[in-house]
């Protein structure tokens, strides 16, 4: 003899196990994000691979100019390590200024690629940035490049 309710036999005239309300052949059609069925149960929900949508042209443009600036930095770095640059040079590719608009250009590069656009925000401490490391970005064309790519944006 059973002690499960659900499996003994139910007393003629009332309804069995799959009969009762809430109980019985379940029918799931289309399901979007998450949820749980029962007691007890933790429900998540993770998006794999998500990709932003097609980026607008002026945000491919700032991408493009920020990665070829970053290549350009490392570039004077590895060579500034070589003792291959003058000593002003130098010490400006070991200035604090030259880390901050490194950081703002991975940051920058970071945000078009993962959400699809720099937002305003972003944009203008990279401009900041460049305006403070403008002793060593006037070394390289790809700052001019930055710059340019950035005055495609109205209010910055």
Do not use: C, W
């Not at 959400?115 to 970005?137: E, I, K, N, P, Y």
Request: without cysteine; hydrophobic residues 40%.
């Amino acid at each position: 003899m059973t002690t499960d309710p659900e499996q003994q036999a139910a007393p003629s005239g009332t309804p069995g196990p799959a009969e009762r309300p809430g109980r019985g052949p379940i029918s799931i059609g289309n399901v979007h994000g998450a949820f749980a069925i029962g007691d007890g149960n933790k429900v998540s929900n993770q998006v794999y691979g998500a990709l932003p949508g097609p980026r607008p042209p002026e945000q491919e443009e700032l991408l493009r100019a920020v990665q070829d600036m970053r290549a350009d930095l490392a570039r004077l770095v590895e060579a500034a390590g070589r003792q291959g640059l003058n000593p002003e040079l130098t010490a400006l590719v070991a200035s604090a200024e030259r880390e901050h608009l490194d950081a703002e250009l991975a940051g920058a590069e970071a945000e078009i690629e993962e959400q699809g656009a720099a937002d305003q925000g972003r944009r203008v401490r990279l401009r900041r940035a460049l305006t403070a490391a403008g002793a060593l970005t006037g070394f390289l064309a790809s700052a001019a490049t930055v710059t340019q790519a950035l005055g495609a944006f109205a209010g910055g």
